[in-house]
């Protein structure tokens, strides 16, 4: 069975909840960090840690201030990538001997990404992209990758082909430069992993095949 906790995360704004989902024999702890317009309770944040669950994944879910504090607009940079290092060095508590992988949907695995290169957490394995957002939507550009050749670690970029905010014709490219960065394409899915009824595939199987490329990535550095 899988074992819940919740507990607080001290962060540079304040307290933040988390929520740790650890199931039996573990191979490795995601430190899972929500997107923009979405909070660490939405469907997609809830769906992904059961899947993530159910290959032997654990994930630590947090919230980011302004989230919680019931307002739309994103928190500063700084208190973005600060609230991800409190996670990791939260998770970091509960690991226990468990590998930690940190990433996130969408702005939670940008942030983490930015506080990588910024001041490496050695205790993190690899980096893990559920949708990174490369550009906005309708405007194409690279700008966002520019700190990715700073990051140490490994990271896996989970991409729908449908993504409007990671056009794949740009992303490629991007990581073909970085020596340590692997693109999983998700046929057919769009930023929230969405796919079309006519692709002859569920939503729910497309979470099987987040957490498949998943557990490969952690067992291959853990």
């Known amino acids: 069975m899988t074992t819940v906790a919740t507990f607080d995360v001290d962060t540079p704004a304040g307290v933040v909840p988390a929520r740790l989902e650890k199931p039996p024999q573990a191979r490795g702890l995601l430190v899972f960090g929500h997107g923009a317009g979405a909070g660490m309770h939405h469907a997609f944040m809830e769906a992904m840690a059961a899947h993530l ?4 994944i654990a ?6 201030p302004y989230m919680h504090a019931g307002r739309r607009r994103p928190d500063a940079s700084s208190v973005l990538t600060g609230t991800v290092a409190a996670a990791i060095e939260r998770a970091r508590a509960e690991a226990g001997t468990l590998p930690l992988f940190a990433g996130g949907k969408s702005m939670g695995g940008r942030m983490t990404s930015l506080c990588m290169s910024e001041d ?6 690899g980096l893990i992209f559920f949708g990174f957002p490369l550009h906005p939507a309708g405007k194409p550009g690279i700008e966002r990758a520019a700190h ?4 140490a670690v490994p990271m896996l970029f989970l991409q729908g082909t449908r993504d409007r905010l990671a056009e794949l014709d740009l992303l490629r490219p991007v990581l073909a430069d970085l ?5 999983h ?3 057919g899915a769009d ?11 569920t939503d729910g199987e497309v979470l099987e095949e987040l957490a498949t490329a998943t557990r490969s990535f952690v067992e291959t550095h853990r």
């Open 191 to 201: 930023h929230g992993f969405a796919v079309l009824k006519r692709s002859g595939r």
């Open 185 to 187: 394409e998700v046929e």
């Open 59 to 64: 994930t630590l879910r947090y919230a980011f």
């Open 179 to 183: 020596p340590r960065a692997v693109l």
């Open 120 to 125: 490496a957490i050695e205790s993190v394995r």
């Open 148 to 151: 990715l050749a700073s990051v």
């Open 53 to 56: 669950s159910a290959v032997g």
